[in-house]
């Protein structure tokens, strides 16, 4: 399984590396790279659209309804749930303030077709009542990701309010779905190699080499900005809640970190997760066997960071401005999408496609990414990971079931 994601990997990166020279060869004549090779790129993009609405619609509602679930509800479930929507938005917050900074996409400007620029600008106001649908279904049928994003929420946490009876086959229904809509994904996910190709091809062709520093900056962007994240929110956290000494957390949990950058998976590394969390932190096992799987599911920090980077990164690069409306829209939508993103690699990539779209910014941006989009994932695992344990230590400092002796000990043997 492993092997197949890293095999995949290589070739989308073989792809981007080919489309590279075949675009430098075809600079002369970029319409052959524009009438031959980029419908393929084209047929690739609508695949990835085809998926977005149905994916992110089932695996919310079968998020919610987990969330939603009256047993681990409450009093620890709730506190969990804010601090990780909290901590969430803050992460696109720290994102888009490096990508304002850094400006990765400066050196590089590609015109927007007429298509994808014609989304109007609305106010916070206006987003945030737009976000709730009043006719869900034409909210699916347009795509609208944030109504989508909101009518599954209320599907699946209403659904918690019924007898299982009633809602199971709801709830299994929509799993099915989600299981479906990924296994759909895989499959896309096979002609990634090709589609990048094609869609590299005409922009290379068309503005030469000059895309590449930018996209190296981009990975300076989320390595800093991960960095940034991980040392003032969760240092503050254990150390103001817990009363944890912030080296004592890093070292601690270092062993998740490290399995989580080479795997991309924070579902993968939930076991080590949990381990860290319980012999080197102190945390009880009541709340680590709560806390760490709803936040390997829900809790992605670190995605969402990405998230915010390369969203303004693909505005800078087809000179789009964007408003404070827009980036508020892009917080939410990266919050809230965080809850219907898989803790396995690349989840993060297909629901970038999510909040792009709910800007308006074009897809086509999304090639850029994805040939360097591993080297980031390994950076927003470990920083989702992270999340997880410092949200497990601050809960259970909160509950009284924080063992600090056991933490001093356990850390000093590591
Ligand atoms: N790989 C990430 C994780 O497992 C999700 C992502 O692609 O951002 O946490």
Redesign the pocket.
């Known amino acids: 399984m492993k092997k197949k994601k890293m095999q995949l990997t290589t070739k989308i990166l073989l792809g981007l590396i080919l489309g590279i020279i075949v675009g430098m060869l075809l600079q002369g004549a970029p319409e052959i790279a524009q009438t031959y090779i980029k419908p393929f790129g084209t047929l690739f993009l609508n695949l990835i659209k085809m998926i977005i609405v149905p994916l992110v619609f089932s695996s919310l509602v079968v998020g919610a309804a987990s969330i939603g679930d009256p047993k681990s509800l409450g009093r620890i479930g709730g506190k969990t749930l804010a601090y990780y929507l909290v901590t969430t938005a803050f992460a696109v917050t720290v994102g888009l303030l490096l990508a304002t900074i850094l400006q990765p996409g400066a050196g590089l400007s590609i015109p927007v077709d007429a298509t994808a620029e014609a989304a109007e600008v609305p106010s916070i106001i206006t987003t945030l009542l737009n976000m709730v649908p009043s006719n869900p279904l034409k909210g699916l049928v347009d795509g609208n990701i944030l109504q989508v994003i909101v009518f599954a929420l209320f599907l699946g946490i209403g659904s918690t309010a019924l007898p299982e009876n009633v809602s199971k086959p709801f709830i299994s229904f929509f799993d099915s779905l989600a299981e479906i809509m990924y296994k759909i994904t895989a499959f896309v996910m096979m002609l990634a190699p090709i589609g990048v190709f094609a869609l590299i091809v005409p922009v290379v062709s068309s503005y030469g080499l000059d895309v590449l520093k930018p996209l190296s900056m981009v990975i300076f962007a989320v390595y800093v900005g991960c960095v940034i994240h991980a040392v003032l929110v969760y240092s503050s956290a254990v150390k103001i809640f817990a009363k944890m000494s912030p080296i004592r957390f890093f070292k601690g949990i270092a062993p998740a970190a490290v399995t ?1 950058f080479s ?7 939930l076991p080590v997760t949990i381990r860290s969390s319980r012999d080197n932190l102190g945390v009880s096992e009541k709340i680590a066997s709560f806390v760490l799987p709803l936040g ?1 599911t829900i809790n ?1 920090d ?2 969402a960071l ?1 998230q915010g980077v390369c969203a303004l990164f693909l505005a800078q690069v087809y000179g789009i401005d964007l408003s404070i409306g827009q980036m508020v829209t892009i917080i939410i939508t990266a919050t809230l999408g965080s809850i219907g ?11 970038l496609t999510l909040v792009l779209q709910s800007v308006g910014l074009p897809l086509e941006g999304l090639v850029l990414i994805a040939g360097i ?1 591993r080297i ?2 390994m950076a ?2 470990s920083v ?2 992270i999340g997880d344990a410092s949200c497990a230590v601050v809960v259970a400092a909160s509950e009284n079931e924080l063992d600090i002796e056991n933490d001093t000990e356990q850390v000093a043997l590591a």
């Open positions: 989580a795997t991309s998976s924070s579902a993968g590394t390997a992605m670190g995605t990405y993103t898989a803790g396995v690699p690349g989840a993060g990539f297909i629901m989009d980031l994932d927003r695992t989702n990971v």
